[in-house]
């Protein structure tokens, strides 16, 4: 493991327990309704119908895997290198069917082919230095005509200002630039890596995955609390959400 992904983690476990009693608060103003945003939903809701085992890489909050068993998932296995996180996700999820492992992504400690669908995203890939080593793992854990199923933050998202009015880019930011620290959410010298939407293509269609979907959205699966970017009014790409098949 990388030295940056080391003390991202590190940055993870300092940032958890603020994270875990956020997603409580989500976790009650979601109810009943779920956690999977629309555009996820539209996905995935045929694809849980046959009832897949699923893996859920840097699976966090671990919300979402119980509104997959809800649609139909019959198991789900959430993959996350923050303790307190997957921790936390464990207590919560309360149920057989939904299991946490600590563990580092790309090197998952799970056997290959044990998943029919692989789910990730919302702020997974930016922690990830080697996305062609990300795809090449996800072929391994899917059988063959399993499925990945990722909605993600846009590349594009970083390099929006939060100005209210109107929409700009940072004028610090690059989107060919490789990393940048991180100056919101987690903090603690967080750094994210920087992929371009060719080096997604390029890294799926690379470790041999058949690209099915792949859409640029205009709203941004996450904001901060108070805040309300022009850039996120519709204009702009926010969001990217991709899926792919393993032959
Ligand atoms: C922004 S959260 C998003 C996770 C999930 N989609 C959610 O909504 O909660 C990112 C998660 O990825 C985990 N993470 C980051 N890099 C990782 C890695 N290389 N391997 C495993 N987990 C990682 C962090 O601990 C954190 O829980």
């Known amino acids: 493991v990388d030295a940056t992904s080391r003390s991202n983690r590190a940055a993870w476990e300092a940032a958890a327990t603020k994270y875990v009693r956020e997603s409580d608060q989500i976790l009650e103003a979601f109810g009943r309704e779920g956690s999977l945003q629309p555009v996820e939903l539209a996905a995935l809701r045929p694809v849980l119908e046959s009832g897949p085992d699923v893996v859920h890489l840097q699976s966090g909050h671990g919300l979402d895997d119980l509104h997959l068993l809800e649609l139909g998932a019959s198991a789900v296995i959430g993959v996350d290198f923050s303790s307190v996180t997957a921790l936390a996700a464990h207590a919560r999820a309360g149920s057989k069917r939904c299991h946490y492992v600590i563990g580092f992504v790309p090197d998952v400690p799970l056997m290959d082919q044990c ?133």
């Open 115 to 247: 998943a029919d669908l692989v789910y990730t995203g919302k702020g997974a890939l930016i922690w990830l230095p080697d996305l062609d080593a990300w795809a090449r793992e996800v072929h391994r854990l899917l059988r063959p005509g399993g499925l990945l199923y990722l909605y993600e933050a846009h590349p594009c998202f970083s390099l929006w200002s939060w100005h209210p009015d109107v929409a700009t880019v940072r004028q610090d930011r690059s989107y060919f630039d490789a990393t940048h620290v991180v100056d919101s959410f987690p903090g603690h010298g967080a750094v994210e890596f920087q992929h371009t939407v060719a080096d997604l293509v390029n890294a799926v269609l690379k470790a041999g995955l058949e690209l099915i979907d792949l859409q640029e959205h205009p709203e941004p699966f996450w904001s901060p609390a108070g805040v309300a970017a022009a850039a996120w009014r519709g204009r702009l790409p926010n969001s990217v959400s991709l899926l792919a098949r393993r032959p």
